[in-house]
């Protein structure tokens, strides 16, 4: 099986910035959406941003965007999460995560739940101090 490995995370302060790297183990493979999901101590796991195959689409949870940026240069490129303005309530684990079924992804509601993808990574810390 296919899993996604993330990197990137660490310890920043307030208003830095970090680029997260999410890139498959062992052979290459395309995944039909990466997704980046975050989940911080005593709350549930809340969608990020995604992406798919090639690119060429892109979903945000509405609350992310302006600061968080998903992106990936081809389809068997890591996707990368560039995220600017760093607050402490950006602390968290983030998860990647691996689609491997042509669903409907018209919207961000596909997109955006957990049950949609069939691989998760083991994740990265981000911890942003005041």
């Known amino acids: 099986q296919v899993l996604p490995v993330e990197s990137g995370g660490g310890l920043v302060q307030a208003g830095g910035s970090l680029r997260l790297s999410c890139a498959p183990s062992?052979?290459?493979?395309?995944?039909?959406?990466v997704g980046w999901f975050r989940q911080a101590p005593g709350k549930e796991r809340e969608f990020v941003a995604a992406?798919?195959?090639?690119?060429?689409?892109?979903y945000y949870a509405d609350s992310m965007r302006g600061r968080f940026t998903i992106a990936r240069d081809n389809a068997v490129s890591p996707v990368f999460l560039q995220i600017d303005s760093l607050k402490p309530e950006d602390t968290a684990t983030y998860y990647c995560?691996?689609?491997?079924?042509?669903?409907?992804?018209?919207?961000?509601?596909?997109?955006?739940?957990?049950?949609?993808?069939?691989?998760w990574g083991q994740g990265t810390q981000v911890t942003v101090s005041p």
């Open positions: 995560a691996y689609a491997w079924d042509r669903g409907d992804f018209t919207d961000t509601v596909a997109a955006s739940l957990p049950v949609t993808y069939a691989s």
């Open positions: 062992g052979r290459t493979f395309s995944p039909y959406i």
């Open positions: 992406v798919n195959w090639d690119g060429a689409n892109t």
